[in-house]
């Protein structure tokens, strides 16, 4: 599917004429015949899936002819925890923006609308594809934000101090630990590989004599991206001490159980001893005929458990 969008009095609208007079042309998840329909409108090539898919970055950031061709991975499905990660590639040309996406981030659904309704003024393909970063670095921030705030919370939830007759459920704890760990991760991946984009694009504008604006923009885009890979490396140290944290919780409240394991047996050792005594089949066993025998039995098996129980109150180990 192609969306296409073109200026009007400076303003980015949907556009519903030939694709030769738009601006911006958005391919989600283009076929072959629009493919085409690009190329012959733009004479240059569009990355295949495959070629988004590339590792190296020469395959990623490059130059070919009059277009500029850049590629970064982007989050799609952030908002439910378990996002979706694919390469989003960008095409600058004289002419056009073209965008060509495998998935959906949020931002290419929000940022045209957003745009018409706060009148954003753009001139240029190069003014929309920075204004088009702009919005995925406020979403990226976005997501970190609330990344950061869930972690917070599990966190004063986790050492609140636990009230008598209740329990933590420390599987659901570390299964949100590891959905934010692998969200935070993603995340760093893709602010490394725009950070990559931004630096490349600005090294291109300053060769190309681009206007000031232009490169100043660009350098603030490059600035705010190592911002949020700091704050996506603080993020991920908070995660980690949460985990460990959530793991020594775990030991101890493990210990706890064993521990009040080891007291009980310890408690009806003498008891079971003395009853064995007693069951023992022997011919002249006085207690057999007494009258108090049993009450003395008792007596012992009770006193001889309560010893061992006062002695570990004593040295505080209960």
Same mark, same amino acid.
């Given at each position: 599917m192609i969306h296409s969008y073109s200026l009007q009095n400076g303003v980015l609208t949907p556009h519903s004429g030939g694709l030769d007079t738009a601006l911006w042309l958005d391919l989600d998840s283009p076929t072959l015949d629009e493919e085409a329909a690009v190329e012959a409108v733009l004479n240059c090539d569009i990355p295949t899936q495959a070629e988004m898919n590339e590792i190296e970055i020469?395959?990623?950031?490059?130059?070919?002819? @009059?277009?500029?061709?850049?590629?970064?991975?982007?989050?799609?499905?952030?908002?439910?925890?378990? $996002?979706?990660?694919? $390469?989003?590639?960008?095409?600058?040309?004289?002419? @056009?923006?073209?965008?060509?996406r495998y998935h959906n981030p949020r931002v290419f659904g929000s940022f045209p609308p957003r745009a018409q309704a706060t009148k954003l003024e753009m001139d240029s393909p190069e003014s929309c594809l920075m204004a088009l970063m702009e919005a995925i670095i406020d979403r990226q921030a976005d997501i970190l934000e609330r990344a950061a705030a869930e972690i917070d919370s599990e966190s004063r939830e986790l050492f609140k101090p636990k009230q008598r007759g209740t329990s933590k459920d420390y599987q659901k704890v570390l299964e949100k630990i590891g959905q934010m760990g692998n969200?935070?991760?993603?995340?760093?991946?893709?602010?490394?590989?725009?950070?990559?984009?931004?630096?490349? /694009?600005?090294?291109?504008?300053?060769?190309?004599?681009?206007?000031?604006?232009?490169?100043?923009?660009?350098?603030?885009l490059g600035s705010d991206v190592k911002s949020l890979t700091d704050h996506a490396n603080f993020v991920a140290s908070k995660i980690t001490f949460l985990l460990d944290a959530t793991l020594g919780?775990?030991?101890?409240?493990?210990?706890?159980?064993?521990?009040?394991?080891?007291?009980?047996?310890?408690i009806f050792l003498p008891p079971t001893l003395i009853a064995s005594?007693?069951?023992?089949?022997?011919? @002249?066993?006085?207690?057999?005929?007494?009258?108090?025998?049993?009450?003395?039995?008792?007596?012992?098996?009770?006193?001889?458990?309560? /010893?061992?129980?006062?002695?570990?109150?004593?040295?505080?180990?209960?």
């Open positions: 020469s395959s990623r950031l490059y130059t070919y002819d @009059h277009a500029i061709y850049m590629t970064a991975i982007l989050p799609a499905n952030s908002d439910g925890g378990d $996002p979706i990660m694919g $390469p989003v590639s960008f095409v600058l040309t004289p002419s @056009h923006l073209v965008t060509i969200l935070n991760s993603n995340i760093r991946d893709s602010l490394l590989t725009f950070e990559r984009l931004v630096t490349y /694009l600005g090294q291109l504008l300053a060769k190309r004599d681009a206007s000031p604006d232009m490169r100043e923009r660009a350098r603030t919780l775990i030991g101890i409240e493990q210990n706890g159980i064993f521990k009040i394991f080891s007291v009980v047996s310890v005594t007693f069951g023992m089949n022997f011919t @002249h066993m006085p207690e057999l005929s007494w009258e108090y025998g049993y009450a003395y039995a008792v007596g012992l098996m009770v006193t001889f458990a309560m /010893l061992p129980y006062l002695f570990f109150k004593f040295k505080k180990w209960l």
